[in-house]
């Protein structure tokens, strides 16, 4: 997608959670981003700008200094990000080992379906499930997005790209689980929010940890949701939101988890993640969490 958004110094407070404060000392004495300006001198932001502070966000969290990562690109601070999970940097070894994720948009930039076809047919049958989403297809799609803010990749290839990864994770077939203490988990977005491959992503990570999973998918009415919980009766319900922050969005972000909120039994957790739901702020008296990261609600969804 190529239009370009721009985003005002609060609606950056509320996408990264940084403060105004914060964001004006780093612009100023480390050039972190170097936001435009108004006629009237207002800075405005980029998705890039979101995302470079969002990251930094995380990593100051973590223990790291301003000073250690404020020469650091987009690319750069994600790799970090990885490592201090704990895990082995996924496009690191990947591009050591196979170059997968190089040939993946290689064959993109031409345009080579068949090739890009037989790289991810390649790295299924090479790696596990878990390895599988873990250090080829989250990759491949944070690469996806960050090409998307530079205008690297036109509308034909998002779709192309966005299709395979979603073939690749429906007929990912993992076993199911005996474990007694597994959760039984809805997902599902928004009405009008087609951007679901983080919430399947989310998905399969449950799969592979042996939850019961339901995926409703995208674009998800609210009382269907609501109604599908008392059907189905779920442990949690998990909504994917995804990157505006664009007031109506974000609206219809709240009025949509009020709605489910008042109609589901209280028993039911009710779990956010994705860019969107980032910065929100809701209280409920049932289980209610926002994930920061795939990697946090990953955290909370291990059976030990
Ligand atoms: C792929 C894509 C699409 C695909 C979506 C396919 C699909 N089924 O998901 C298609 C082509 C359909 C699409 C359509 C549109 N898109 Co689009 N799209 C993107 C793109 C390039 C990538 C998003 C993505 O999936 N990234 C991969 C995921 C895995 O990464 P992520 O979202 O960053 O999430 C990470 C974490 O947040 C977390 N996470 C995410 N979800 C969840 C969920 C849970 C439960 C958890 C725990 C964690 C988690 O894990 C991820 C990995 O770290 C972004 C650009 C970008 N930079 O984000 C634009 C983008 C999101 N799209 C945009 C727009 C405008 C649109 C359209 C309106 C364009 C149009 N005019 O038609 C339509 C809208 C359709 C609709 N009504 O929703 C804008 C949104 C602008 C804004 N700020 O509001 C963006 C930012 C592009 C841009 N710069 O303009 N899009």
Known sequence: M????????????DLTGATEFLLRSWELRYKVVRPKRTKTGRRMYTDA????????????????KISQLSSL????????EVKTHGLKSPQVAMNKKTGALQ????????????????????????????????TFIVPVAQH??????????DIIQEHLLTSLIKESLYSLSVK???KKNKFKMIFATIEGDHHDLGLLIAKVIADVHGHECVYLGSHVPKKELSEACVRLRPTHVIIGTSFGSQEFYRESILKYLNFVD????ASIALWVGGPGGQGLSLKMER???IFKSLEEYEGHICLR
């Open 103 to 134: 040939k993946v948009f290689q064959s993109l930039a031409k345009t080579d379906w068949e090739s890009l076809k037989s790289v991810f047919n390649e790295e299924r049958k090479r790696l596990s499930a878990a390895d599988f989403v873990h």
């Open 2 to 13: 190529t239009r370009q958004t721009l985003y005002t110094i609060s609606e950056m407070v």
């Open 287 to 289: 289980s209610f969490y």
């Open 176 to 178: 199911p689980s005996r």
């Open 144 to 153: 996806m997005s960050l090409l998307s803010l530079n205008n690297g990749i």
């Open 49 to 64: 700008d979101v995302m470079k502070i969002s990251k930094i966000m995380q990593l100051t969290r973590q223990g790291f």
């Open 262 to 265: 008042r109609h589901i039994p």
């Open 73 to 80: 690109n987009l690319s750069e601070l994600q790799e970090l």
